[in-house]
């Protein structure tokens, strides 16, 4: 059974550092990996894809990388605002296509 | 207005009692799924759709049924609530594009079962 990490659960960081929210999978037979961010009160929204044949993805401050062998994602924010503050999750396709699997999540505070 | 719509966004309800939540879309997609989210869990599947004769069970199906009413409805129903269906619910949508293949959230349903 695939079974999704996301470390660290929790993250507090100042204004304008940069960081690394970290996700493992167990199984690296998958369709695509995704990171999503949540806000509290409203629904997940989609910030990167990156499919099983790719290594990275990049939008904006937002670069994540997949590497299958390892069974490890990364989510690289950098110079971090405070409306970055959200639970970002990791999730991933499995290879039916048929059903995402999630982390729990990184909740992220950053102060200013 | 927002392409996922849920309905009730809050709702309180006893033990025994039968309550149904509803998904609305209109991004015109096949697919649609019905997750909750409890702390400490995440959010895990309960039913998904990829048409409106297609009906699949996921992860945590017992205790909940669905119905596709149409392409753009999918409403899910706790037949007799139980305290720990307290959680937060959620709609998707999907279009099925294989590896590029993501999902559309609908804001949540926090449904209280006391």
């Known amino acids: 059974k695939q079974e999704v990490t996301q470390i660290p659960a929790a993250l507090s960081v100042p204004e304008g550092e940069n960081l690394v929210l970290n996700c493992s999978f167990t199984?690296?037979?998958?369709?695509?990996l995704q990171w999503f961010r949540q806000d509290p009160g409203k629904g997940l929204t989609s910030l990167l894809l990156?499919?099983?044949?790719?290594r990275e993805q990049t939008s904006g401050r937002l670069n994540a990388s997949l590497d299958k062998s390892s069974g490890r994602s990364t989510l690289y924010i950098a110079a971090s605002q405070p409306g970055d503050s959200a639970t970002y999750l990791c999730?991933?396709?499995?290879?039916?296509?048929?059903?995402?699997?999630f982390g729990k999540g990184t909740t992220l505070s950053v102060s200013s | 207005d927002a392409d996922v719509t849920q309905t009730p966004r809050n709702r309180i309800t006893k033990t025994g009692k039968r309550i149904m939540l509803e998904c609305s879309q209109t991004?015109?997609?096949?697919?649609m799924y019905w997750y909750r989210q409890d702390p400490g869990l995440g959010l895990r599947l309960i039913y998904y759709?990829?048409?409106?004769?297609?009906?699949n069970k996921g992860e945590i199906s017992d205790g909940y049924s669905v119905s596709r009413q149409a392409q753009a409805k999918f409403s899910l129903s706790l037949e007799s609530a139980i305290p720990n269906q307290t959680a937060l619910y959620f709609c998707?949508?999907?279009?099925?594009?294989?590896?590029?293949?993501?999902?559309?959230f609908g804001p949540g349903t926090r449904l209280l079962v006391l």
């Open positions: 991004k015109g997609h096949d697919r």
């Open positions: 759709s990829f048409d409106v004769k297609d009906i």
């Open positions: 199984d690296s037979a998958i369709y695509n």
């Open positions: 990156i499919q099983s044949s790719q």
């Open positions: 999730a991933l396709l499995n290879q039916a296509g048929t059903a995402l699997i």
């Open positions: 998707a949508t999907g279009p099925g594009d294989g590896g590029l293949e993501t999902q559309y």
